[in-house]
């Protein structure tokens, strides 16, 4: 049978991301109300919404509508830069790059298709320009806004969150935003333990996994990190997208076996159209990994 990933399902192409109407990003609240649901059904959206729940099921059904966003291709050394500077904001990413795929979702997730503009740098056959001009640290991501350029996906994340319009996606309640910062916190130490175990027997993946159960045992309001979906979610999800498949393939590992949380969690993830928009192919990753880390071991 085949086992539902965050990046689809092994062994099948990737379901169409536009092919059915489903939740889009659950935010903590707009900036006038909050949703006390996390999750809004297909079916849920043909009934005749009213009040709060209107406004909700009305805000998702836009951002459905909305954005049938046609993906440019990646810009190689043979490219020329975009106008820099001109007051276009630009989101620098590769469409390979798990760190530039959790700003990517931000942007989705927040409606900012049409403020923020995609552009895809091949890393393999980077652009010189990108380096001398844009962001010399030379890694993706990287935000063009305001006449500046800034760097680091957790930054961006929230950057983006707090300076720009749309849902909210981090807690104003003091308890959970003070997880929300731990678990983030936790995010290169988690990645780090799991990339450590592709060579050892998985006792590092165990514990990082059985760590991310308990953290998402947390809160009963919603099946995400903090109950609702945030940027926690946002900051791990690219990373367990590739690590799920690879680790079933190759070390036999279904992270999903006795944590019925994260299973979960992976459903609803995948449910997130501002998520789905970006995900790979998990053959993809599975083959990218391998030739990443086996050769290595
Ligand atoms: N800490 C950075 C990591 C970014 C990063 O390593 N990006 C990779 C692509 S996945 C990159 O640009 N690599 C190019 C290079 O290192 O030359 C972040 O969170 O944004």
Same mark, same amino acid.
């Given at each position: 049978m085949a086992t539902s990933t965050l990046g689809g399902t092994i062994g099948f192409s990737q379901p169409s991301s536009s092919s059915h109407i489903s939740v889009y990003c659950i935010p903590f609240s707009t900036s006038r109300f909050s949703f006390s649901r996390t999750i809004l059904s297909p079916l849920e959206l043909e009934k005749p919404p009213s009040g709060r729940r209107a406004r909700a099921v009305i805000a998702v059904k836009m951002a459905a509508e909305a954005f049938q966003e046609v993906f440019p291709p990646a810009l190689t050394s043979a490219s020329e830069p975009p106008s820099l500077f001109d007051g276009t904001t630009r989101l620098y990413i590769s469409y390979t790059c798990p760190y530039a795929q959790r700003v990517w979702i931000t942007r989705n997730c927040k409606g900012l298709?049409?403020?923020?503009?995609?552009?895809?740098?091949?890393?393999?056959?980077?652009?010189?320009?990108?380096?001398?001009?844009?962001?010399?640290?030379? @890694?993706?991501?990287?935000? +063009?806004?305001?006449?500046?350029?800034?760097?680091?996906?957790?930054? $961006?994340? /929230? %950057?983006? *969150?707090?300076?720009?319009?749309?849902p909210s996606l981090f807690p104003d309640d003091p308890g959970k935003r003070e997880?929300?910062?731990?678990?983030?916190?936790?995010?290169?130490?988690?990645?780090?333990?799991?990339?450590?175990?592709? @060579?050892?027997?998985?006792? +590092?993946?165990?514990?990082?996994?059985?760590?991310?159960?308990?953290? $998402?045992? /947390? %809160?009963? *309001?919603?099946?995400?990190?903090?109950?609702?979906?945030?940027?926690?979610?946002?900051?791990?999800?690219?990373?367990?997208?590739?690590?799920?498949?690879?680790?079933?393939?190759?070390?036999?590992?279904?992270?999903?076996?006795?944590?019925?949380?994260?299973?979960?969690?992976?459903?609803?993830?995948?449910?997130?159209?501002?998520?789905?928009?970006?995900?790979? *192919?998990p053959r993809e990753h599975v083959d990218s990994y391998k030739k990443r880390f086996l050769s290595r071991l």
């Open positions: 298709q049409n403020k923020i503009q995609l552009v895809p740098i091949n890393l393999q056959d980077r652009p010189s320009w990108y380096m001398e001009k844009v962001y010399p640290p030379n @890694k993706v991501p990287a935000l +063009e806004h305001n006449n500046e350029v800034k760097g680091e996906s957790l930054d $961006l994340i /929230k %950057y983006i *969150d707090s300076n720009f319009e749309g997880f929300a910062e731990e678990l983030i916190d936790y995010v290169n130490s988690f990645t780090k333990s799991v990339v450590s175990s592709f @060579k050892g027997d998985g006792n +590092e993946a165990d514990v990082a996994f059985d760590y991310i159960e308990s953290a $998402l045992s /947390k %809160y009963g *309001d919603g099946p995400f990190f903090l109950g609702q979906f945030s940027l926690v979610d946002i900051a791990y999800a690219p990373f367990i997208e590739r690590f799920q498949p690879f680790l079933l393939e190759v070390k036999t590992y279904d992270i999903t076996a006795g944590r019925p949380k994260l299973a979960a969690w992976i459903e609803e993830m995948n449910k997130i159209e501002g998520y789905r928009k970006t995900r790979g *192919d």
